[in-house]
Structures are given as structure tokens and as C-alpha cells.
């Protein structure tokens, strides 16, 4: 058993594993010290001495609704503010973006106690293999219809005249109109991102990534057995074939970026299947979704806890423009 699934390093410290069953806790920047992070530096203590415990804020929001007020009329507005949008975010981007994104039919629901009876670790860690799937850069068009006029993508980049010309409610409306680019199946990244791409694949060979189709055994999927069978396109397979040799050479981000896209989606299957459940924990395993954090006073009150479980994406957006621009993930 993986000694870290009994969550040893307390106060959000990282576990790491070492061999079959030794682990070791990283407490960077969690202020605490020690084998599992639980002797508090002496910003920790005063940090504990001054801070009123979640418990604590609870009780006061129930039986204190006035210092609420107080609270919302001083700078601490803002703090609550930030934590708040982070939660507004967090709902869009399940319940719009992830759900245009995977095309399910069944509607995803962003509800942090599901998981409360689960056994879960809130970590804000990125994995390095998330990093370098989501290099999404096909995605984008390689120009922009706006307000009828044709901007070409890198003509935003150092430019901030674009938007001060149209305004954020022109632009808006045309990115939610146009069609994304397909972001697997190869042949479909900008030639200015290819600099990224290939800086991308030093880093991957730098920090030794596994050969893709050993990714495809972790995630319970079958190794491919010819470069043929991860696409149908001939000409990338021979190229493969050419700069790999053997299937199992082949590296990670290649094989999540060329294989086969599945039918009616803009990736294959390796990116479905390794992305999702990376993508759930960096959106799940955000604090403020933890049983700790997960309750009115985190966010200045109910009205704050409110303005998250409420969130759409065209509230964010028209609530702070001049007009409503048609703004969605999903092209009318
Ligand atoms: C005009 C649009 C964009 C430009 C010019 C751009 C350019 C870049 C550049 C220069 C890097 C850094 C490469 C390096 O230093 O190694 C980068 C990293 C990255 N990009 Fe983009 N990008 C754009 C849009 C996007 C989009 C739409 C996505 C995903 C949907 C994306 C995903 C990423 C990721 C995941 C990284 C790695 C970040 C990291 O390692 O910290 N980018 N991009």
C-alpha cells in the first residue's frame, strides 16, 4: 500500500513516496516542521494564536450577523473577495467549461461535500504530466473575426490596443462565437508555438519522463503495439517510426498529441483519460473546497458562500460590462 494514502504529512504538507513503503512529507512553505509537518515554526504559532479557527468564525457568523458587517466594510472585504472569485471560478469551470469540454450528457455539478465522506487530499499541486498535456495550443484560431475585422492570433501578443480598441464586450462576444482548433490528431499547432513544443520535449527528457505507452498501462489502458494503431494518419506514423524506432519509445506528450482523436471530440483517448482525472483534483483539491473551508464564514458570510454556488460564467461577465456580449464555451 502506498504509505501515502493514510495521508501522513498534516497541515497541507506533501507527501512523497520513497520505494515500496517509505514516504517523506515535504513541508514547504506550510510554516511547520518535522517528519510529518506538525511542529509549527513561530509563524504557525502565531499565525494559530491570532487566527480565530474556522469553528470559531462560524460561530460568530451565526450569532454575530452585524460584525459581518463591519468585516465587509474594511479592507478584509477584499481578501474574501479573492477567495470568493476563486470559488466562482471553480464552479465555471466544472460546470461550463469541463462539461462543453468532455460532451457528456449527464450535467456536472460542483458541490464540494460530495466528497467530504470520501478519503481525499486537498493539494493545490500540479503534476508535470498535467503541465505538458495541457499544452493546448492548437486550440487556438489562427485569427480572430472581430467587430468584422480579421485580427490575426499573434497580433494580441505584447498588444494591450486590441482590446482597449473594441472593448472587452466585442471581444468576448467574438472568442464565444468561433470555433476552437482540434487539439489532438497533430498538424494543428501554430508555427509560433513551436518553440514552446519543442522546449516542452527537452524538459520532458530533463526530468526523465516514462514512454508513453507505460502512462497508458498506469491509466488501465491497453499499450499500443504500432505507431499505425495509435494513428491513422500514415505519414505521422512513418515519421514516428522514423525519429522512434519501437512504439514503446515513443515519448509522452507526442503520443497524447498524435494519437487517434475519437469520434466527435477534439483529443483521443490517452488525453480524456489521464487529463480528467488530473483536472478533478486541481479543481477539487483547492482548500477552500475542503470540509475546513467549505462554509459561510470562508467567504465573508452566506452572501459570499451564495455568490459562489450561483455563479455562471454570464453573470461573471455581464455583471462588469457596459452590455451583454454572448458569452459561453459553446459556439451558438
Ligand atoms: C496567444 C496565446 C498563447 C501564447 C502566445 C502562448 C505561449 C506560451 C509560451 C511562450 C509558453 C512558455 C513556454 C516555455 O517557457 O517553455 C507557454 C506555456 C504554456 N502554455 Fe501557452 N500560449 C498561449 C495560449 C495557451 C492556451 C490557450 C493554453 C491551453 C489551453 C496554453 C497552455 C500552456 C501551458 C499548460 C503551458 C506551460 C505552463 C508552465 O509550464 O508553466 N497556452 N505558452
Sequence with gaps: VNPCCYYPCQNRGVCVRYGT??????????GYSG?????????????????????VQDYILRHFEKFWDYVNNSPLRDTFMRIVLTGETIK????????????????????????????????NRIAVEFDHLYHWHSLLPDSYLIDGDE?????????????ANY????????????????????????????RVIRSLLHHGREVR?????EYRKKFDQKPYE????????????KGLEEAYGDIDALEFFPGIMLEKTSPGHIFGESMFQMGAPFSLKGLMGNAICSPEYWKPSTF?????????????????????????????????
Excluded at 510529518?36 to 499565525?47: I, L, Q, R, S, Y
Excluded at 492570433?153 to 482590446?163: D, I, Q, R
Excluded at 466585442?170 to 508555438?193: C, L, P, T, W, Y
Excluded at 519522463?209 to 505507452?213: A, G, K, T
Aim: net charge negative.
Design 21 to 30: 513503503d517509505q514516504y517523506k512529507c515535504d513541508c514547504t512553505r506550510t
Design 35 to 55: 517528519v510529518n509537518c506538525t511542529d509549527p515554526g513561530f509563524w504557525a504559532k502565531v499565525h494559530t494564536m491570532l487566527k480565530p479557527s474556522p469553528q
Design 92 to 123: 465555471i469551470i466544472i460546470e461550463e467549461y469541463v462539461q462543453q469540454l468532455s460532451g457528456y450528457f449527464f450535467k456536472l455539478k460542483f458541490d464540494p461535500t460530495l466528497l467530504f465522506k470520501e478519503q481525499f487530499q486537498y493539494s
Design 151 to 163: 485580427i490575426s492570433a499573434t497580433g494580441f501578443v505584447f498588444n494591450g490596443s486590441v482590446l
Design 167 to 194: 472593448g472587452v464586450e466585442k471581444m468576448v462576444d467574438s472568442f464565444s462565437r468561433q470555433i476552437a482548433g482540434q487539439i489532438g490528431g497533430g498538424q494543428n499547432f501554430h508555427e509560433s508555438i513551436i
Design 209 to 213: 519522463l516514462q514512454p508513453f505507452n
Design 226 to 237: 504500432s505507431f499505425s494503431e495509435l494513428t491513422d494518419n500514415e505519414e505521422i506514423a
Design 300 to 332: 465573508g458570510g452566506e452572501t459570499g458562500f451564495n455568490i459562489i454556488k450561483t455563479a455562471t460564467l454570464e453573470k461573471l461577465v455581464c455583471l462588469n460590462t457596459k452590455w451583454c456580449p454572448y458569452v459561453s464555451f459553446r459556439v451558438p
